[in-house]
């Protein structure tokens, strides 16, 4: 199975803040890959796909990059709502594999 | 607007087996790879499998000696079905449409999320 390692676990920020979120994997994806964000008692929501591009409706603060084993989810300038977890997930390979988790929470 | 609308039983004892179904409304069912995931309480997330229209399957050898996933698109539905479970398998389960993207399918829309809780 690939491995994803996402880090930070968890992260304490501001509104108004810079935040980066990486996932890196344990072998090349390419670009397999997409950034989810899940609140409490909501099923998760696909922010990117295809490593760097934002989902439609999706506020334009929210961005991604990266290819092949190394990956950034990036919020600028955070609000409120964003304070949740964050989850990426590979499709490259069977089992499809998620990261951890990453917990933003206000500071 | 797509859909998917979850249901199944929500208690089980060790050695039961788990079922749930996903309806899918407002969207044809071919095209997609229909999945299915779980979390279990206070953790991540887990890929369980997926099925195409034509009944196509891809699961996580983790599960896979107990688990089947069916699809029936005459009603527009697919479900899961996992056999001797334990309390290790107390987990949220969603299921979701996978988008074909890249070598894979990527994962747009998710259902409610049903709980299952095992207990002896």
């Known amino acids: 199975d690939i491995q994803m390692t996402q880090s930070p676990s968890s992260l304490s920020a501001s509104v108004g803040d810079r935040v980066t979120i990486t996932c890196r994997s344990s072998q090349d994806i390419r670009n397999d890959l997409g950034w989810y964000q899940q609140k409490p008692g909501k099923a998760p929501k696909r922010l990117i796909y295809?490593?760097?591009i934002l989902q439609g409706g999706v506020p334009s603060r929210f961005s991604g990059s990266g290819s092949g084993t190394e990956f950034t989810l990036t919020i600028t300038s955070l609000q409120s709502e964003d304070f949740a977890f964050y989850y990426c997930l590979q499709h490259s390979a069977y089992p499809y594999t998620f990261g951890q988790g990453t917990k933003l929470e206000t500071k | 607007q797509v859909q998917l609308q979850q249901w199944g039983a929500g208690l089980l004892k060790t050695s039961e087996t788990l079922s749930l179904t996903c309806a899918v409304y407002?969207?044809?069912?071919?095209?997609?790879?229909w999945t299915w995931i779980r979390q279990p309480p206070g953790k991540g997330l887990e890929w369980i499998g997926e099925i195409n229209h034509s009944g196509r399957t891809n699961c996580n050898p983790s599960l896979k000696s107990r688990l089947t996933i069916s699809v029936d698109t005459s009603k527009n539905q697919f479900s899961l079905k996992l056999s001797s479970v334990t309390a290790a398998d107390t987990a949220l389960y969603y299921c979701?449409?996978?988008?074909?993207?890249?070598?894979?399918?990527?994962?747009?829309?998710w259902g409610q999320g049903v709980l299952v809780t095992v207990s002896s």
């Open positions: 979701a449409r996978g988008d074909s993207s890249g070598s894979g399918s990527s994962l747009t829309y």
């Open positions: 295809a490593a760097s």
């Open positions: 407002g969207e044809s069912f071919s095209g997609y790879n």
